[in-house]
């Protein structure tokens, strides 16, 4: 079956930098609609953003300007990169695919998608 296995989270200071990674098995993410989402404790899970087929990017404005999707195809690699954190940023983060996704679809709705990792937890500290 599909798997989605996120890594990179830890511990950084507010004001630094992160990257996270989300790595596909039996799932090419370049043909996939593919986001990352993120849950606070208590909170609901948002989305962050998402990139399309053809290396569109989207993001919510909470994180645009600070925060970019990208992939290595070779890799089969999906990362986000995380800079100027805030500790509002605190979060489980999770990557996601759509199979059927895309950009007529909302690309922050947690509905869009089908598969999910287990997600990888990023602490920002003030």
């Known amino acids: 079956q599909v798997q989605l296995v996120e890594s990179g989270g830890g511990l950084v200071q507010a004001g630094g930098s992160l990257r996270v990674s989300c790595v596909a098995s039996?799932?090419?993410?370049?043909?996939?609609?593919m986001g990352w989402f993120r849950q606070a404790p208590g909170s609901e899970r948002e989305g962050v953003g998402s990139?399309?087929?053809?290396?569109?990017?989207r993001y919510a404005d909470s994180v645009k300007g600070r925060f970019t999707i990208s992939r290595d195809n070779a890799k089969n690699t999906l990362y986000l990169q995380m800079n100027s954190l805030k500790p509002e940023d605190t979060a489980m983060y999770y990557c996601?695919?759509?199979?059927?996704?895309?950009?007529?679809?909302?690309?922050?709705?947690?509905?869009?998608?089908?598969?999910w990792g287990q997600g990888t937890q990023v602490t920002v500290s003030s």
């Open positions: 990139i399309d087929r053809d290396g569109s990017t």
């Open positions: 996601a695919a759509a199979p059927y996704g895309g950009s007529w679809y909302n690309h922050l709705s947690e509905s869009t998608y089908t598969y």
């Open positions: 039996r799932y090419t993410i370049s043909r996939s609609f």
